[in-house]
């Protein structure tokens, strides 16, 4: 469903309400920060400082992707998080 301008006006305003930033450093859990090389959403200077945040972060570029790795690149983000997800049970 598409959203209209309300709707991202009320998401910035509870992003800006509640910033990532102040959370990150409590995340203790290994994380791979995963951006896509055209992604205009993210830049790469925001992408690489929420890594730097991060106790046991690592970051990732995808090239010649955009803001959704998901789904226009699900093998190559696949490949960067499996590492993560390999040892885990449920």
């Given at each position: 469903?598409?959203?209209g301008p309300r709707?991202?006006?009320d998401t910035f305003r509870f992003l800006q309400a509640d910033p990532v930033e102040d959370k990150?450093?409590?995340v203790t859990s290994p994380v791979v920060v995963v951006r896509g090389g055209r992604d205009p959403i993210v830049p790469r200077r925001w992408a690489q400082?929420?890594?730097d945040a991060l106790p046991n972060g690592r970051f990732a570029e995808i090239p010649e992707t955009g803001h959704t790795a998901n789904w226009s690149a699900p093998v190559e983000?696949?490949?960067l998080i499996r590492p993560l997800v390999s040892g885990v049970t449920s």
């Open positions: 469903m598409a959203c709707r991202y006006w990150l450093r409590h400082e929420v890594t983000l696949a490949r």
